[in-house]
Each structure stands twice: as structure tokens, then as C-alpha cells.
């Protein structure tokens, strides 16, 4: 007979074991299958005995990397029709245009795309509209005034718009940032490309005709927070895939005159006239997290100075980049400049760089848009595609 400590010992052997060589769940091995691959394996079912209008660009990719013209028309002739392409790289050898859509005066921000022409005869010769394009997260993106422009267009012709669906490079669910008035969404939205086109229908244009090929989760909490959503190396139209950690912090940066470089691990940012140990310090008086800032040396051709990265700070992007950016405009008042201009264009909101500006207490940024927010985050139960145990703010 087995003594029972042999037998307990057994057990615990067996559970060790298991914790070690259990089969990680990791991104690469438990792939999410996109709206792209969900079509395929509806075998094109819904594109059926249509004329398509595909809007799509260099980020349209399956999960093996493929492009979504090549899975649509895998061979020389083409087997579903498609009229016209926004943004399409060189496919099988051609060179495919870019004037592919008209932008009327009810579209938002028309006036930043002033090269993009169409032909109001072609738009009315389809019977639907297929979007597919990998969105950064940001409203600062403009594949989302592109998903806006296609409801619009779908909307106004009577036609179906068919979006596959995509998690944002951002992490989803997470809303934060100034509140865009144009399009209504914070700046960073927390959506995905399906929601949004639901967003739009609902809130916009109502009566659109939509049709969303969903991701193929069971609930909200099964979308990974992929580093790189693809096999190979994409850029999207706004940052490199690798990136989208920190799409929001980063697009802000780029209305100052600060010096920025980015890694796939970090963004680090400075200038010559600002010391990074004192900001840390200052920082670290604010909120202890800011102890974790990261600082290193660059060299230029005249000069060397130190430049710093809030990737360690485990805080809130649009709260750590506001804190940082506020401080350096008082300190350094005369070296630091912001364009509000350029700042309000991609966050939609002329506030954010008046209170900047005015050297606004830290405390007032995360109370400024709250009646805004409290009726998004009412709109986003409404309009959400998966289920979810909680909606994080």
C-alpha cells in the first residue's frame, strides 16, 4: 500500500508539471481571426452578386499577411468585381490609382484631403462598399474620416456598407484624451472599426444599410493586446503597427517643437534646453510613478543632450503626456513651443492647447470633458459588437 505522502507528492509533481509545460496562450499561437479571415470562411457570401467598392490601403491584411485584394482575386482574373481602391500598394504588377473618393461639404474635415478625386458615376454603378483598413485608435487617423466618408457615401446612395472588422493598435475599451466635436469621440475611442461603423450609422446617418463581418471572439476579453497585429511589418497610414501603444502620446508630441525618436519599445523625447532629471523630479513630486521616467543621451552634429521616455510610468498616456508637457511649458516658457493649431487639428479640440497654455492644474484635464464622456460611454453599450464582463474607463 502507498504511503500517503508518496501520493500527495505525485499530485503535486503532476500540478507543477502542468503549470510549466502547459501550452502558453500566447498571441502567436491563439491568433483572433479578423473580419477579413471571418469573409473567407464565409466563403465571400456576402459580397456576392455585387459590385464592390473596396476602400482599403497598405494595412489590409489577413493573418497570414496577405493583401485583401489578393484574398478576394487569388488568380489573374478577377472574381468578384471591385471598381475602385483607396490607397492600394502595387497589386500583381499594377499600378492602382488613387483618386478613389469625393469628399462632400457634409464630411468632416474635407478640407485636409483636398488631392483625393472621384466620379460620382462610379460610386452609383455599385451596389455595395467593403471597408477594410487597420485603424490606429486615434481620431488623429485618417482611415477614420475615410470609415466616416464610406457611411456617408453608403448613406446617401442607398448602399450596404460592409466593414471587416479590426481591433484598434490602441488598447480597446480605453477612452481618453480631449473630446473631438467633430466627430464626437474622445480622442482615444476604444472602438473597433465594426463599432465605429455602427457609431456612425447610428449617431450620423441614420438609416445606413450596414453589415459588420465580425472578429471571431466569443467576448470583448478574447481580443489580445497584440504588440504587432500581423506576421510582417505594416505601417499604417498613421504609425508603424509596432507602435500603437503609444499612438496617443505620441501624435500629441508632434504638435511641440521637442526632438522625438521612437523605438518598437519606447517613445523619448526632450530638448536641449530642458533637463530631464529636474522634470523627472518635478514629476515624482506630482505622482510617485513618475520616478520610473527613463532618460538616456543622443548626440546630434553640434551638441549632446538627454532625452526621456514615460513608457515605464504606469499611468494613464493622455495624463502622463499632459503632466510632462504642462510642466516643460512653464519651465522652459521661451525653448518649448506648442502648436495649438496643429494640436487642435488632431485632437479636434481648440481647448486642450488653451489650457496647456495656461498652465491649467492637472486636476482640471480629467474633469474638463466629463459630461461629454458620461454620454459616450452611455452610447458605447448601445453600439457594442461583443460581449464584455466590463467596460474599462
Not at 457570401?45 to 490601403?57: G, H, S, Y
Not at 450596414?210 to 472578429?215: E, F
Not at 511649458?329 to 494640436?343: F, S
Request: negative net charge; hydrophobic residues 40%.
Amino acid at each position: 500500500m502507498q504511503h500517503p505522502y508518496y501520493k500527495a507528492l505525485f499530485f503535486l509533481l503532476l500540478f507543477v508539471s502542468g503549470v510549466l509545460f502547459s501550452p502558453k496562450n500566447t498571441p502567436a499561437e491563439s491568433p483572433v481571426s479578423y473580419g477579413i479571415d471571418v469573409l473567407k470562411k464565409l466563403e465571400y457570401e456576402p459580397l456576392e452578386w455585387r459590385r464592390t467598392a473596396v476602400f482599403c490601403n497598405h494595412s489590409s491584411l489577413d493573418r497570414q499577411g496577405r493583401h485583401l485584394l489578393d484574398v478576394l482575386n487569388p488568380s489573374d482574373t478577377m472574381a468578384i468585381p471591385l471598381i475602385y481602391i483607396f490607397n492600394a500598394p502595387h497589386w500583381k504588377g499594377l499600378s492602382i490609382p488613387e483618386e478613389t473618393i469625393w469628399m462632400d461639404s457634409t464630411v468632416i474635415r474635407y478640407q485636409q484631403y483636398p488631392h483625393l478625386r472621384f466620379n460620382i458615376r462610379d460610386i452609383l454603378s455599385c451596389d455595395a462598399i467593403l471597408f477594410d483598413m487597420q485603424l490606429s485608435g486615434v481620431v488623429d487617423d485618417p482611415a477614420l474620416s475615410i470609415l466616416q466618408i464610406a457611411a456617408s457615401l453608403a448613406q446617401k446612395h442607398d448602399l450596404e456598407l460592409i466593414v471587416c472588422d479590426r481591433p484598434p493598435l490602441t488598447r480597446l475599451d480605453t477612452c481618453q484624451g480631449p473630446w473631438h466635436e467633430g466627430f464626437e469621440l474622445p480622442y482615444q475611442y476604444g472602438l473597433t472599426s465594426g463599432e465605429l461603423a455602427h457609431y456612425f450609422g447610428t449617431y450620423f446617418f441614420p438609416g445606413l444599410r450596414l453589415s459588420v463581418i465580425p472578429l471571431d471572439i466569443r467576448n470583448r476579453q478574447d481580443i489580445p493586446r497584440f504588440i504587432s497585429p500581423y506576421p510582417v511589418k505594416v505601417d499604417t497610414l498613421l504609425l508603424n503597427s509596432e507602435q500603437g501603444k503609444y499612438a496617443t502620446g505620441l501624435s500629441l508630441l508632434q504638435a511641440t517643437n521637442l526632438y522625438i525618436e521612437t523605438t518598437p519599445e519606447n517613445v523619448w523625447f526632450g530638448s536641449p534646453s530642458a533637463d530631464p532629471f529636474f522634470l523627472k523630479a518635478k514629476l515624482a513630486d506630482i505622482h510617485p510613478a513618475f520616478g520610473n521616467i527613463s532618460i538616456r543621451t543622443v548626440k546630434n552634429d553640434t551638441s549632446a543632450f538627454q532625452i526621456l521616455s514615460l513608457d515605464k510610468v504606469k499611468l494613464p498616456e493622455f495624463y502622463k503626456i499632459t503632466a510632462c508637457l504642462r510642466l516643460m511649458l512653464i519651465l522652459y516658457p521661451d525653448q518649448i513651443l506648442l502648436d495649438t493649431q496643429a494640436l487642435a487639428r488632431k485632437t479636434g479640440s481648440h481647448e486642450y492647447g488653451e489650457l496647456l497654455l495656461r498652465h491649467t492644474p492637472l486636476d482640471h484635464f480629467q474633469v474638463y470633458w466629463d459630461p461629454e464622456y458620461r454620454t459616450f460611454y452611455e452610447r458605447m453599450k448601445r453600439i457594442s459588437l461583443y460581449r464584455s464582463d466590463a467596460m474599462k474607463e
